[in-house]
């Protein structure tokens, strides 16, 4: 393999070296994705993986590389999560000792679960690029082998045998969609299907807040950015590998990226629809489909990439998520300041069916008459449809004074 190139033949290899290793997985039908693409969509399930992501592919063919005196030399890498188990858990198969460097706001979960394969964890910094720079100063003073995330061709190799699993699966396939951090597996991906089928068009899905691909490719070269803030830590990296960088440049069609709100909605209509648990950085490829629909040609393949997210993250990604989809509902009505009104006012609420979470009282505003009192209720609803009739009614019997309602993805 060269030191800067990956083929299709070093993909095909690294099948080999994987098989048996890592868990053969079903696709997913998404028939509520079928109707809005307007044909057939695959989900990669990546998620199920063993150590919950597909990271466990590149891993293992990294360290299976190294020489006897490389390993015993121990490995190091550095993480948010997803690389950490998966490098974990490929030195405990191959029995080579390793360290993994976290982010200090690295979830309780992956912390967890990486000591668990038997790695040390450490924390450092709090991005992937701080913990990546301590990765690599543990490395030149213990000679400990660095294993990068994404920016190595042996990496690279190893997330490309998602692409040759996708064309096994879906010979038919014209796009694939890749959630792309710093751009390891969707360069894999890249090489392994264009190699075969260069006609399928491959796309890769970054986070709004966290995307270096858009200006490292206007740019020609890598681009590192000044500020990253995305729910979606998994692929939030500030700056492109070489090497994937390289092959990205050449083999990759499109570069799209999703909002927050787009993010948290993937994340629970997969929950909802897939029966599937995944992070946001597992979930973007996803939320660009549910984006653009008909920007993507069928047979779709989408790449889920992870599962491992904290219980509490999940909570608020899932309550972000209703409120999107417009299963929420703020109203502030205007009414007499006297006993009963606000008991009318929460049977109304009542009869239109949908569910109070919360009632406060202001008084404060100077718009309001002495006499009066803004009533401020949030309320759930079925959708857009059950907030609209909500507000209709409400706005016959009452002074809506504000409402509140996402109507993004109605």
Request: proline fraction near 4%; aromatic fraction near 4%; hydrophobic fraction near 45%.
């Amino acid at each position: 393999m060269s030191a800067s190139t990956v083929t299709v033949g070093d993909i095909e290899a690294a099948a080999e070296r994987l098989s048996g290793v890592i868990r053969e997985l079903p696709m997913a039908g998404a028939r509520w994705l079928d109707d809005r693409v307007g044909g057939r969509v695959h989900l990669i399930t990546e998620n199920l993986q063993r150590a919950g992501s597909f990271k466990i592919r590149g891993a293992y063919n990294r360290i299976s590389l190294l020489s006897e005196e490389e390993r015993g030399r121990g490995v190091v890498a550095a993480s948010a999560g997803n690389h950490a188990q998966g490098v974990a858990l490929a030195a405990q198969l191959l029995g080579v000792r390793a360290t993994v460097f976290m982010p200090e706001g690295a979830t309780i979960p992956k912390v967890q679960a990486t000591r668990a394969y038997g790695a040390e964890v450490r924390f450092a910094g709090s991005t992937i690029d701080e913990a990546l720079s301590a990765a690599i100063t543990f490395g030149e003073e213990t000679g400990a082998v660095l294993i990068h995330p994404f920016d190595h061709v042996d990496i690279v190799a190893g997330q490309g045998t998602v692409g040759l699993e996708i064309l096994q699966k879906v010979p038919d396939v014209r796009t694939i969609v890749v959630c792309t951090g710093g751009g390891g597996l969707l360069a894999g991906i890249a090489i392994a299907v264009k190699s075969k089928r260069p006609d399928v068009r491959i796309v890769g899905v970054q986070a709004q807040e966290a995307a270096a691909y858009p200006a490292s490719l206007a740019a020609g070269k890598p681009v590192h950015l000044d500020r990253m803030a995305t729910m979606a830590d998994g692929i939030a990296v500030g700056r492109p590998g070489a090497v994937p960088f390289a092959i990205v440049q050449g083999y990759v069609d499109d570069i799209e990226t999703v909002s927050e709100v787009e993010i948290s909605r993937a994340v629970l209509l997969l929950l909802e629809r897939a029966k599937l648990l995944v992070e946001p950085a597992g979930a973007v490829a996803t939320a660009a489909v549910l984006a653009n629909p008909r920007a993507f040609e069928p047979p779709v393949a989408v790449v889920i990439s992870g599962g491992n997210v904290d219980s509490l993250l999940l909570l608020r990604i899932i309550r972000h998520g209703l409120a999107a989809a417009g299963r929420y509902l703020s109203v502030t009505v205007r009414v007499p300041d006297r006993p009963g009104s606000l008991a009318r006012l929460l049977a109304e609420v009542k009869d239109l069916r949908a569910n109070v979470l919360e009632v406060r009282h202001d008084r404060l505003d100077v718009g309001l008459g002495v006499d009066e009192v803004d009533i401020v209720i949030q309320v759930e609803t079925r959708g857009p449809e059950h907030c609209d009739e909500v507000l209709g009614v409400l706005a016959a019997e009452y002074r809506v004074v504000s409402q509140l309602i996402s109507r993004d993805f109605g």
